[in-house]
Nanobody, 122 residues
Framework: QVQLVESGGGLVQAGGSLRLSCAAS????????MGWFRQAPGKEREFVAA????????PYADSVKGRFTISRDNAKNTVYLQANSLKPEDTAVYYC???????????????WGQGTQVTVSS
């Protein structure tokens, strides 16, 4: 089992940036693909980005492509989501999750963090 803790959320104006972090602990923590998802009030959880164990595969949702960047530091067991040019519609609770392979469906992720709130004001 791997434990995940997100941080870095907050309140930012439209056009601003935030860097979210997801610290993983537990056995083989650096051996999992990781994903970021988000859930806005009244909406379903949606895929944002994912990264393979090596970092060579990084799929993104169309809504964030070109604005968000996912990366990982396996020595620190940490995954990052750099979010630039933020928009009010990016407002949501952001979750990181671990999986065997990087993918878009939340069903393949078996461990989830508690989430961090991102609020973008207009």
């Amino acid at each position: 089992q791997v434990q995940l803790v997100e941080s870095g959320g907050g309140l930012v104006q439209a056009g601003g940036s935030l860097r979210l972090s997801c610290a993983a602990s537990g056995r083989f923590a650096s051996s999992y693909a990781m994903g970021w998802f988000r859930q806005a009030p009244g909406k379903e959880r949606e895929f944002v980005a994912a990264i393979s164990v090596s970092g060579s595969s990084t799929p993104y949702a169309d809504s964030v492509k070109g604005r968000f960047t996912i990366s990982r530091d396996n020595a620190k067991n940490t995954v990052y989501l750099q979010a630039n040019s933020l928009k009010p519609e990016d407002t949501a609770v952001y979750y990181c999750a671990a999986a065997i392979v990087a993918g878009l469906s939340p069903d393949i992720y078996h461990n989830w963090g508690q989430g961090t709130q991102v609020t973008v004001s207009s």
